[in-house]
């Protein structure tokens, strides 16, 4: 079973993992121009969803991941993914950066 994180409540995740939790952004290029996640306080990289699979050598399995991405249905699914090719401490970002925006930033665009 995933973990379910709210954007809120991304914080305290990060330190309960040892503070050292990457946030994988598996939204498409054309919804990272819309909005963008800061990356202050937040180890955040870009791979778009589809493009995972191929790029799975990017991520390292022993550090814990937080997946985002618009709602939380493809993250979902990237965290299924992950989780099952071995990584330790996976969680979804339940809301997606809908919810990032209403809960943590609201500098970050609606869409």
């Known amino acids: 079973?995933?973990?379910?994180?709210?954007?809120?409540?991304l914080?305290?995740?990060?330190?309960s993992q040892g503070g050292t939790a990457l946030v994988l952004d598996v939204r498409e290029p054309a919804e990272l121009q819309v909005a963008r996640v800061a990356t202050e306080g937040?180890?955040?990289?870009?791979?778009?969803m589809m493009?995972?699979?191929?790029?799975?050598?990017e991520l390292d399995p022993e550090q814990p991941v937080a997946v985002l991405c618009?709602?939380?249905?493809?993250s979902q699914r990237v965290a299924m993914f992950l989780a099952g090719n071995g990584?330790?401490?996976?969680?979804?970002?339940?809301g997606g950066i809908d919810?990032?925006?209403?809960?943590?930033?609201?500098?970050?665009a609606r869409y």
């Open 51 to 57: 493009d995972v699979p191929a790029r799975l050598a």
């Open 87 to 94: 990584f330790a401490s996976v969680a979804n970002i339940a």
């Open 42 to 48: 937040f180890n955040v990289k870009t791979i778009p």
């Open 11 to 15: 914080r305290d995740w990060i330190a």
């Open 99 to 108: 919810a990032w925006s209403q809960e943590l930033d609201a500098a970050v």
């Open 1 to 9: 079973m995933i973990e379910q994180v709210r954007p809120a409540s």
């Open 70 to 74: 618009h709602h939380g249905a493809r």
